[in-house]
């Protein structure tokens, strides 16, 4: 089987465990790395037995290398942007960690330079590639909660988890140094966390007719502004203009969780963790077609993706088939974000 060619920009944290995907896929090989960390590259090189040649101290540098057939950028939300455009430049298909850009107008200036450009795009949300999706989604159009109605989704966690000092708990203060404070570079629950449930929100709202995006209002919203400038805990309740309303929970601060309920005529679905379950994914159905759904799944989640893109390559794909994120879905997606956010 032919193997799609993948290198990375940028090696944190999440950057790792995509690339421990790798060894769970068929059709796809971590090929190079590019850091401007020294010890980062030392590590994935040694940890992933990339060939030295590939190994480079600069992004440019990975951009230039013919050998590639993907480019996945795991930097900083700031410089999403930035090396999208250039890995356009240099004719790369590419992933982009989420969220895709910072805001709403640089999302459009990306999409308006793929135009007549053979090259494949995709902001990656891996949960949308997890075998529970296709599965809520033959549950919700068979209509075993009835017609929908809203939903509730939840990401949070508690960042500031606290620290023992001679036995006595602190907590620790927001680092503005830190990306997920760093108001440069494009922190907060909103931009890191929260375009989970909205995306989700937008993938069932569109079950039930096609979305006028003109149309979604983002009513109610609630932010808490912490110290270094960034929303910490957020919430907004979405009104889609097709009778489906949903809410949205983000924060930073307060262990919410990863469960989403969607509520129909008939009962609710519940899932129990929406982004990331490993080993076995919980669905509970309530009310008339009263139902406990266990699905057996993989514990590295981000393999599903990597499997998935990698033979949209293969085939010659421009972006990912449906339940996977379309550059339309991206753009609408940070559209709301930034009514969110401002």
Known sequence: MKQVKWGII???????????????????????????????????????????????????????????????????????????????????????????????????????????????????????????????????????????????????????????????????????????????????AILDIGCYPVSFSIFVASLISKIDFNRIEVLNKKKEIGPTGVDMNSFAELNFGNNFKSKVFASLIKNLGKKTKIIGTKGELIIEDTWSPTNISLINVTGENKETIKIKCHNNVYAYEIDTLSTCILENKKEPNFPGMTINETLENMRILDKWLN
Not at 102 to 128: D, G, H, T
């Open 10 to 188: 940028g090696l944190g944290g999440i950057a790792s465990k995509f690339a421990d995907g790798f060894q769970f896929t068929k059709n796809a090989k971590l090929f190079a790395i590019s850091s401007k960390n020294e010890n980062k590259l030392l590590e994935f090189k040694n940890k992933f037995q990339i060939d030295e040649n590939y190994c480079f101290s600069n992004y440019d540098s990975l951009l230039e290398c013919k050998d590639l057939d993907m480019v996945y950028i795991a930097l900083p939300h700031s410089f999403h942007h930035e090396w999208v455009i250039k890995s356009i430049e240099k004719g790369k298909n590419i992933l982009v960690e989420k969220p895709a850009t910072v805001n709403f107008s640089q999302m459009e200036n990306i999409k308006n330079n793929l135009k007549n450009k053979n090259i494949f795009f995709s902001e990656a949300f891996m949960y949308r590639y997890h075998p529970q999706i296709p599965k809520i989604v033959d549950l919700l159009k068979n209509k075993i909660i009835g017609n929908l109605i809203s939903m509730e989704s939840f990401f949070g966690f508690n960042a500031l988890t606290r620290r023992k000092i001679f036995g006595i708990k602190f907590k620790k203060k927001p680092n503005k140094y830190n990306r997920l404070f760093s108001k440069e570079l494009g922190g907060g």
